[in-house]
C-alpha cells in the first residue's frame, strides 16, 4: 500500500490506529478514581506527544540513519516556532500558513548551519551544532528582544497582541489559532459511564501531521537515498575512497530533520500560541537525544515511543506530590506510612528526573536498542515460533543499525 | 446475473449502524452546559499552585507552596485561621468557598515561560483548577497570565516585579499583589536622597531581559529626578556567575553609586564581587562609595550573607511588620513551619484569600464576576496594610517598604531592617503611565471561556 511493502503497511497502520484512537487509549481508568493520576488523554499532553514524536522522528533521519549526532536541534524548533507565532501577529490565525512557514524557515537555517557544520565530523559535529544552538538560544533570549528590535520578545516569548495588524483575520473567526474556523483549543468531551474522553480538534491537525511526517520517514528510510545515509554512517572514510561526495547526502538529512524540528515547532505553536526561547536551550536539544536513544535509533517507531515515554514522565510523575502520595497510602499505619511515603517521594514530584535518568541508564546498559529492542525480546519470548522467519519491520531497521561507529 | 450482495436486510442493517455511529457524538457529549470554564459541580473547587519547584528560584517556589497550602487549611477552618481573623471582609466563614471544600493541585514552573504554560495547561485541562496562583518571575508570569486569559480562568500572580504584568500586558482575567519596579523607584528615591545626597552619580548593572530593563528603567528616571546623574547601565547576560569583569569598569567610571538590577542568584554573586573589590571602603568624588539593590528578597539577604550589611533595597512585604494582620500571618505560618514567611510566600498565601474572598462576594466561580468583585476593592488585615486593587489595571496598590541589610542580625531570618514605609500615595501613578503601555494599554474584555 502506498509504495510500502507488506511489514511497513502493517507498521504504518498500527502508527494510524494507535494516534486516532489515542484519546481512548490514553485515558484507561474512570475521571473520579484514584487511578485517574495516571490518566494521559488530555489535550495538552496528547498534543506534546505527537508534536514530540514528529521532532524525534525528524532527528532519527539524522541520527539513526547518517550517525550525526547533532546537539542544537531546539534551534530549528525554536525557529519554526517564532516563524508560526509571527505569521499569527502579521497575517492570521489560520495554522496551515503559519506552519508552511515554520517549515520552509527551519529549513533554510538548517540549511545554513549544516552547511558550516557538516564540515566536521564526530564530536566536533555535536560541539558545532551545540553553540550554534546556544547561540540561537542567546539572541532570541536578550539580544534580539531589546526595546528597539523586538523579534522575540525574550524571557516572556513572543505572544499575539490585540493591537498586531493580523491582515487577513476575518471577523468571525475564533480569536486563536484556528484551521478555517475550526479553533485549536476546540474540545469535545465524550463520557461513557465514568470515563471521559477528550476529543481535541488541535491533537487531531496535529497527529495528521505525524501520520504524514511519519509516512514520509518510512519512504526516506526504504530509499536509495536512505541506504546511501546509512553508508555514511557505516563507513564515511571508505565512501569517500569510492569516489562519493557523501556531504550533500549528510546535509540533506540535516535539513529534513530541520525541517521535521520546524513542523514540530511550528505545530506547538499553533496549539498554544506562544513561543519561549527556552524552547532552544541545549537542554532541549539533549531531550530529543534522548528520546530518540530511549525509543531505539534507527528504527522507525522507536523514536516516537521514547518522546512519549519521556513527556509521560515530565507531565505526569512530575505532578504526584507528597499530598497524593499521602492519600495513596493512607491505609498503612501512620508511622509506616511517613517512612514509605518518604522513600518513594525522592523519585517522583519534581524527582522525576531522577527516575527517568535510572531508567535512561537501565536501557541503555541492558537494552542498547532502546524500547524498541525491549518490545522485541518480548515479542521474541511469547511468540518464539513466529520470530523463526525472523520478519520483522523493526528488526531490520534496528540490524542495520549495529555497524554504527 | 448481478453479482452484488446488497441485500434489502443488509441495507437496513448498515444504515442502522452507521446512523447510531453518526448519533453516538451527540448522545454521550456532556452538552456545553457549563456557564464557564472549569465550572465546579462536586462538593470541592479545585485551585492551581504553579511554582517553581525545580530551578534557579526553586527556594523561592518551596516557600510560596507553604504559604498556599496554608491558605488552603485557613480556607477550609483547618489551623488557627490565620487571617481570616483580621481580614477586613468578612465574607469567608471558614468552610471552603461557596460551601464547597478547597483542593488544590501543584505543577512545576521551572522558571520557563514554556513550561510555565504546560503546567498550566495541564492543570485547567486535567484537574480542573478553576484559578491558577504563585509563579517567580515575571516572564512566566506574563505568559501564564496570557493562557489564562485565553482558557477563561483568574490568574492571580505571584511574585513579579516588572512594570509590564500590569503594563503593556495586563489581562481582564489577571491580577497582580506584588509591587512594581515603578514603585520600587518611587519609594527609595527620597530615602537615596536623604542618606545619599542629591548630587550623586550612579552606575547601574542590569540583569539583560524585560525585568532588568523595566527596573532599570524605573529606577533611572526617579533617581535622575532627585538630581543624580547616571553615569551608565551595563547589561549583564542573565547565565553569568561572575561579575568582576563588569566591576573594574565601575571604578574607574567616576560613579559613586553602584545599583544592580539584578534577582535571586544574579544579585548574590554580582554584590559579593561587588564587595570582594572592596567598592564599599572607596570614597569617590568626596563621599562614601554605595551600593543599592532595588528589589531585595529574604532569601537573597540569606544567600549574600555579610556582604548585605547597610544596602538598601526596598519589599513587598518584610514579617517584621508590626500590623494585625501580619502579626496574625506571621504566628500562623510560623507555628506550623518553624521560620518566617518571605516576602513572595506572604503575596501568594494574600491572593488565594483574596480570590476566595472575591468568590464569596460575588457569589460564583465565573470569573467575569470573580474580576469584578475584585476590581477596586479595598481591604485591609493581609499584612501590607490599607490596600486598593485597581480596577483599570488590576494592580494593588499598598504601602512599599524600604529595607536595609542588618548591621547585627540576631538570627539567620532577621538579615534585614525596615528602614521606611513609603506610604502608598507616593508610589500611586496613573493607569496610563508612559512606563505602563501609556495609553494603548487595555485589558480587554474578560473571558469565562466554554
Redesign the interface.
Given at each position: 500500500m502506498l509504495g510500502l511493502n507488506k511489514k511497513d503497511t502493517a507498521l504504518f497502520l498500527i502508527v494510524i490506529a494507535l494516534t486516532i484512537l489515542a484519546p481512548f487509549i490514553l485515558n484507561p481508568f474512570p475521571t473520579n478514581s484514584a487511578m485517574a493520576q495516571f490518566?494521559a488523554g488530555?489535550?495538552?499532553?496528547m498534543q506534546?506527544f505527537v508534536i514530540f514524536g514528529i521532532f524525534a522522528i525528524g532527528f532519527n533521519i539524522l541520527f539513526g540513519l547518517t550517525g550525526y549526532l547533532s546537539f542544537g536541534h531546539a534551534a530549528f524548533l525554536g525557529v519554526g516556532s517564532y516563524a508560526a507565532v509571527w505569521m499569527f501577529k502579521l497575517f492570521t490565525y489560520n495554522v496551515i500558513p503559519a506552519i508552511v512557514v515554520a517549515v520552509i524557515l527551519a529549513g533554510l537555517f538548517s540549511l545554513l548551519i549544516g552547511y558550516i557544520s557538516l564540515r566536521r565530523s564526530g564530536i566536533y559535529f555535536s560541539i558545532l551544532t551545540l553553540a550554534f544552538a546556544q547561540m540561537s538560544f542567546?539572541l532570541a533570549?536578550?539580544v534580539l528582544?531589546?526595546?528597539k528590535f523586538n523579534l522575540t520578545?525574550?524571557?516572556?516569548?513572543l505572544?499575539v497582541y490585540?493591537?498586531d495588524p493580523q491582515i487577513f483575520h476575518g471577523a468571525g473567526l475564533p480569536n486563536?489559532p484556528h484551521l478555517f474556523g475550526w479553533s485549536m483549543?476546540g474540545n469535545?468531551?465524550?463520557?461513557?459511564g465514568a470515563w471521559?474522553f477528550?476529543f481535541n480538534t488541535g491533537y487531531y491537525v496535529c497527529a495528521v501531521c505525524m501520520i504524514l511526517a511519519f509516512y514520509i520517514a518510512i519512504r526516506i528510510f526504504r530509499s536509495p537515498f536512505g541506504m546511501m545515509l546509512r553508508a555514511v554512517k557505516s563507513n564515511q572514510t571508505r565512501m569517500t575512497y569510492t569516489g562519493l561526495n557523501s556531504r550533500p547526502y549528510a546535509l540533506a538529512a540535516f535539513v529534513i530533520s530541520g525541517m521535521y524540528a520546524g513542523l514540530a515547532g511550528g505545530l506547538m505553536a499553533a496549539v498554544?500560541p506562544?513561543a519561549?526561547a527556552?524552547?532552544m536551550q541545549w537542554t532541549a536539544s539533549g531531550e530529543v537525544v534522548l528520546m530518540t536513544i530511549l525509543g531505539g535509533a534507527g528504527t522507525l517507531i522507536g523514536p516516537i515511543l521514547g518522546a512519549g515515554f519521556i513527556k509521560y514522565f515530565e507531565?505526569i510523575f512530575?505532578?504526584i506530590?507528597d499530598a497524593v502520595l499521602h492519600s495513596w497510602f493512607s491505609f498503612l499505619p501512620d508511622g509506616l506510612e511517613d517512612v514509605v511515603v518518604a522513600l518513594i517521594y525522592p523519585f517522583v514530584?519534581?524527582g522525576w528526573?531522577l527516575t527517568l535518568g535510572m531508567l535512561f541508564m537501565l536501557v541503555v546498559i541492558f537494552l542498547p536498542g532502546g524500547l524498541v529492542e525491549g518490545g522485541q525480546r518480548i515479542g521474541r519470548f511469547t511468540f518464539r515460533r513466529r520470530d523463526a522467519k525472523g520478519s520483522d519491520a523493526e528488526r531490520d531497521a534496528a540490524n542495520q543499525r549495529n555497524p554504527a561507529e | 446475473m448481478s453479482k452484488s450482495t446488497l441485500t434489502r436486510r443488509g441495507l437496513l442493517k448498515t444504515s442502522a449502524v452507521a446512523g447510531a455511529g453518526v448519533a453516538l457524538?451527540t448522545i454521550?457529549?456532556?452538552s456545553s452546559a457549563a456557564a464557564y470554564m472549569n465550572e465546579p459541580t462536586g462538593s470541592s473547587v479545585t485551585l492551581g499552585f504553579n511554582v517553581p519547584?525545580?530551578g534557579p528560584y526553586?527556594d523561592e517556589g518551596a516557600d510560596e507552596l507553604l504559604a498556599q497550602k496554608l491558605a488552603v487549611e485557613h480556607l477550609n477552618g483547618e489551623g488557627d485561621g490565620g487571617c481570616l481573623s483580621t481580614f477586613t471582609s468578612k465574607a469567608l466563614q471558614g468552610n471552603g468557598i461557596l460551601g464547597k471544600k478547597v483542593e488544590f493541585?501543584?505543577?512545576?514552573t521551572q522558571t520557563?515561560?514554556?513550561?510555565a504554560?504546560?503546567?498550566a495547561?495541564?492543570m485547567i485541562?486535567?484537574d480542573g483548577a478553576i484559578m491558577i496562583n504563585g509563579g517567580s518571575?515575571?516572564?512566566v508570569a506574563?505568559?501564564v497570565q496570557?493562557?489564562c486569559q485565553?482558557?477563561g480562568i483568574i490568574f492571580m500572580a505571584g511574585l513579579t516585579h516588572a512594570n509590564?504584568t500590569t503594563g503593556k500586558?495586563r489581562k481582564a482575567n489577571g491580577f497582580r499583589h506584588f509591587f512594581n519596579a515603578y514603585m520600587s523607584g518611587a519609594a527609595l528615591a527620597p530615602v537615596l536622597a536623604k542618606e545619599m545626597g542629591e548630587d550623586r552619580r550612579a552606575y547601574h548593572l542590569t540583569a539583560?531581559?524585560?525585568?532588568g530593563?523595566t527596573q532599570e528603567e524605573s529606577i533611572v528616571a526617579s533617581t535622575e529626578a532627585l538630581g543624580w546623574e547616571t553615569v551608565n547601565t551595563v547589561?549583564t547576560?542573565?547565565a553569568s556567575t561572575d561579575f568582576s569583569s563588569y566591576i573594574t569598569p565601575v571604578l574607574n567610571s567616576g560613579a559613586d553609586v553602584l545599583v544592580l538590577n539584578h534577582y535571586g542568584g544574579n544579585m548574590v554573586n554580582s554584590l559579593t564581587n561587588a564587595i570582594q573589590f572592596g567598592l564599599l571602603d572607596k570614597q569617590v568624588n568626596g563621599k562614601d562609595f554605595k551600593i543599592v539593590v532595588p528589589l531585595y528578597s529574604e532569601l537573597m539577604a540569606q544567600g549574600a550573607g555579610e556582604n548585605i550589611k547597610g544596602v538598601l533595597g526596598s519589599m513587598n512585604y518584610n514579617w517584621q511588620l508590626e500590623n494585625e494582620g501580619s502579626k496574625a500571618f506571621v504566628k500562623s505560618f510560623g507555628e506550623k513551619y518553624g521560620k518566617p514567611p518571605s516576602n513572595s510566600a506572604q503575596t501568594c498565601y494574600a491572593q488565594v484569600l483574596l480570590y476566595a474572598d472575591a468568590c464569596e462576594r460575588a457569589g460564583t466561580f465565573n470569573p467575569c464576576g470573580v474580576a469584578e468583585a475584585l476590581e477596586g476593592f479595598e481591604f485591609d488585615g493581609l499584612g501590607n496594610g490599607k490596600t486598593l486593587y485597581r480596577a483599570e489595571d488590576h494592580q494593588c496598590f499598598k504601602d512599599v517598604l524600604v529595607v536595609r541589610g542588618a548591621q547585627n542580625p540576631s538570627s539567620q531570618y532577621d538579615t534585614l531592617e525596615i528602614v521606611e514605609i513609603t506610604p502608598v500615595d507616593q508610589v500611586m501613578y496613573p493607569p496610563n503611565h508612559p512606563m505602563f503601555g501609556g495609553d494603548?494599554a487595555?485589558l480587554?474584555e474578560c473571558n469565562a471561556g466554554a
Open positions: 490518566n488530555y489535550p495538552d499532553l506534546r542567546a533570549y536578550s528582544s531589546n526595546p520578545n525574550g524571557e516572556t516569548g505572544q490585540g493591537d486563536l483549543r469535545n468531551q465524550m463520557s461513557f471521559d477528550n498554544d506562544l519561549g527556552e524552547r507531565n512530575s505532578k506530590n514530584g519534581k528526573h | 457524538p454521550f457529549t456532556a519547584q525545580t526553586a493541585v501543584t505543577g512545576d520557563k515561560s514554556d513550561a504554560r504546560a503546567s495547561k495541564s485541562e486535567k518571575s515575571s516572564g506574563v505568559a496570557g493562557l485565553e482558557a509590564d500586558d539583560d531581559y524585560n525585568w530593563w547589561k547576560p542573565l494603548e487595555t480587554g
